[in-house]
């Protein structure tokens, strides 16, 4: 059974910088592409960046330039560097793994909140 979960989140200063990580289990995940989306309180889930299974990167516009996703195929771990977060970054971040239905599995969500 696959298994993901996230970890990370919390409280960041706008300015500063975070770290979310996702490590799913049960399957192995190098052939699957990876991403963390977000979703605001009133607003729908969108993708904040996502990673091929050969490394191609695509980010939102909203955090090109402060937010790196990079992938550990050895760990099975996803990673989401989130660096001069504003407080509109604040969301429920959610990172999946995706090679076609019906392989997409989600984690449970962390929250990020970036205030002073």
């Known amino acids: 059974q696959v298994q993901v979960v996230e970890s990370g989140g919390g409280l960041v200063q706008p300015g500063g910088s975070l770290r979310l990580s996702c490590v799913a289990s049960?399957?192995?995940?190098?052939?699957?592409?990876m991403g963390w989306y977000r979703q605001a309180p009133g607003k729908q889930r969108q993708l904040v960046a996502a990673i091929t299974s050969g490394g191609t990167t695509n980010y939102a516009d909203s955090v090109r330039g402060r937010f790196t996703i990079s992938r550990d195929n050895a760990k099975n771990t996803v990673y989401l560097q989130m660096n001069s977060p504003k407080p509109e970054d604040t969301a429920v971040y959610y990172c999946?793994?995706?090679?076609?239905?019906?392989?997409?599995?989600w984690g449970q969500g962390t929250q990020v909140t970036v205030s002073s």
């Open positions: 999946n793994y995706d090679r076609g239905w019906p392989e997409v599995y």
């Open positions: 049960g399957s192995i995940f190098s052939a699957f592409n």
